[in-house]
Structure formats: C-alpha cells, structure tokens
C-alpha cells in the first residue's frame, strides 16, 4: 500500500522532531506552489514555532515580492513576529502599512489594523496613541462593512455596544466558538485600557493553553491561530 501523506500540522503540533519535519513539509508545499495559501501557511508555522525571526523575514519577503498583491494579513503577521521579537515599534510600523494594503479582511472593510494599533496603544503605550488607534477605528464604524465580522468588535471597543454575544453567532458551532474567543481577548485587552492590569497575563493564559481539549481539534487550532491576536496573547502570556 502507498505510505499517506501525513498532515504536517499533526508533526507541528508534536515533539522537535517531528516538528521539523513538519515544518519541511510545509515549505517544500510552499517551494512548489508559491500561492497566497501556502505563504500564509508557512508563516503561520514559523510563528507557531517561535521562530520568529524567520517568520518576519519570510512575510517581508512575501510583501516585497509584490507589495501591490499583498493583504493585511501579510502586514499584520509580519507585525505580529517583530512584536514577538521585542520591537514593538517595528510591529507598529507595519500594522500602519497594513492600512494602505489593496486586499483586507472583513470583505474589504480592513478593521483589523486599527484594532492591532489599538492593541498596541494599551499594552505597549509609548508605540502608538491609544486616541489615534480610537480614531481609526471610528472612522471604519461609518462603513457599512462593518456588519462583517470583526466589525462588531470595533463597535465594542468604541462603547458603540455593550456586548458582543448577539454578534458572535457563526455559520456554525465551531465559528461562533472562534468569535466568543476573539471577544475574549478585546474584553481583556478593554480591562487593562482601564487600568485593571492584574489578570491580564492569567487571561491570555487561558486562551492561548492548547492543553485544553477544544484545542485537540485540529479546525479549532488552525482557525484561531490564523488570527494575529492568537500570538500576541501567547506572548503576553510568556
């Protein structure tokens, strides 16, 4: 019988060993396919390993090689490991890029740059103003986008609305789990833009603690940590 692909989320998921081996795995799919999916894949992998310098190395790659093509999702994963790395103002740097980027998320409304600047303003103040990160966000609530998910989370951070479960219903089980868990991060993250510090760390603990049954499931995983905030709370965690 052939030998089946193994996936390499399973191996990047296991022990070092196995972990390398997954991670080969993902760059020779990149190596053969250079497509947007694939990129994105690999650098997901690097950031799960930690490995946050190649990580940021690969995403600049990736926008420079086309910076007409890439998303917020390239400037905001990029950000991402340069925070990781203790440069907080690198990752805002490129968070701001993100700004101007042709392709965003939430069907084109791009919310998901101010609110990363707004994560920026609570935790790292002196990065980025915390009124300015305000007013980008005000400004996206006057797009009628910002119905699509995560819209709703720029409403709340705004005290535009008291509460984000009416918003968190998905398609399915799993996608409303994956919104309930996003709210749990901006509600955090609103605790310590208050003042209330303490906690904060215990909280992007229990999100981010991947011994929890939920996590065992694969879809689970890989849907939140293709969000950037998944790496930042783990790195708050640390």
Sequence with gaps: MPKQDINP??????????????????QQAYAGQPHPSHAMELGV?????????????????????????????????????????????????????????NYARASGLGVIMPLLLFFASVVKPETFDEGSARKLLLEKTKDLRIRN??????????????????Y????DEEETRDRQWLTEFYKSLIRRSHGTISGFKDSMHKLTDTSQPEWQDEAVLLSRIWNEEYFLARHAAD
């Design 45 to 101: 992998a690097l950031l799960w390993l930690r490995k946050y310098a190649s990580a940021w190395e690969h995403f600049r790659a990736t926008i420079d090689a086309d910076p007409a093509r890439s998303g917020d999702n390239d400037y905001g994963m990029a950000g991402v490991a340069k925070w990781c790395l203790g440069e907080p103002d690198e990752a805002v740097a490129h968070w701001r890029a993100g700004l101007a980027a």
């Design 168 to 171: 968190c219903r998905g398609v």
């Design 149 to 166: 998910w995560p819209g709703p989370v720029a409403r709340f951070v705004l005290a535009e609305i008291d509460e984000l479960q009416n």
């Design 9 to 26: 989320w399973t191996l990047l998921r296991a022990g070092t060993v196995e972990q390398e081996a997954g991670l080969r795995t993902v």
